[in-house]
């Protein structure tokens, strides 16, 4: 006879060797309940400082399709056709905005102190990404292949040699630095700025300095998630995390 498998759930680890339920319990508890894809925030989260870093990601979303367009196109593809100039180009001015808008999205939190709290962590992968894409954006323009690129190659090589990295990295090999430019770096930008997101979402955005108590504890879970109508109220006035207004 056979019997019915009860349906197991979070929490429910009647197998206690199954990596299917931890698998499955790591993922449900990665962010709070409701706060994958939050409705509503904090009345704070009206001020422009808090539109830079999803406008970082924007950014970075076009220079990622365009870049394994160009990939995918070629050398002779960019330089020669006009959509490749155009593509090229796009992949340019993109990477100049996601720059602009992550150095203010940085400089914003700095000035939020935005390690306070548990925010540590989501503050340390914020810096990890912005040195990881100076590291790209480097390589990005070496394998341009025109004479800037030799030129900043060449430039680049004395100071690979100078800190003792010239053995590993050869900035003058083509095919080393389109490696590392085209795989290697955006992966691992792209893995930094997923964990970055899953923390923001975990354990909240950063309040600003005067909104709250420095010693009160940041994270969402401590924070009221009532909604209010009072959308414009302005954090300071109200005092600390008090209401929450649709995203
Ligand atoms: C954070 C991510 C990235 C940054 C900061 C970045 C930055 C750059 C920069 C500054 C250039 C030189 C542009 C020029 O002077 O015209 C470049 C070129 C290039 N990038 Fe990226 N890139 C990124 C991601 C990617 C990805 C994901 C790919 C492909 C999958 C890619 C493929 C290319 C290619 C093929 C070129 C050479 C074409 C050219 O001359 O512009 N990039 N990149």
């Known amino acids: 006879m056979t019997t019915r498998a009860e349906p197991r759930g979070p929490g429910n680890t009647s197998e206690p060797g199954s990596w299917t339920v931890k698998v499955r319990d790591g993922i449900v508890g990665l962010v709070p309940e409701g706060q994958a894809l939050p409705d509503r925030q904090p009345v704070y989260v009206h001020s422009w400082i808090y539109v830079f870093g999803v406008a970082t990601l924007a950014a970075l979303a076009v220079v990622i399709v365009t870049g394994g367009i160009l990939a995918i196109g070629g050398v002779a593809w960019w330089h020669v056709s006009s959509l490749g100039l155009f593509v090229n180009s796009l992949h340019l001015w993109s990477v100049e905005l996601f ?3 992550m150095v203010i999205h940085l400089w914003g939190k700095f000035w939020m102190a935005a390690w306070r709290g548990k925010l540590g962590l989501t503050w340390a992968t914020c810096v990890i ?10 390589t990005g323009y070496t394998i341009t292949t025109n004479f800037n690129a030799q030129w900043i190659a060449f430039e680049a090589k004395d100071v690979m040699n100078a800190v003792a990295l010239g053995s590993w990295i050869n900035v003058t090999n083509l095919g080393q ?3 590392i430019h085209v795989c290697m770096l955006p ?9 970055h997101v899953l923390l923001v979402r975990k354990h909240g955005v950063v ?11 940041l994270t969402v879970a401590s924070a009221p998630s009532h909604s209010s109508d009072s959308g414009s109220a302005d954090a300071s006035s109200t005092g600390a995390t008090s209401g929450a207004v649709s995203s």
């Open 129 to 138: 990404c912005f040195l990881a894409s100076l590291a790209t954006a480097f």
């Open 99 to 101: 720059f602009g808008f």
């Open 177 to 179: 630095m389109v490696l």
């Open 207 to 217: 309040p600003p300095i005067d909104a709250i108590d420095p010693e009160a504890d």
């Open 187 to 195: 992966l691992a930008i792209v893995a930094v700025v997923a964990m």
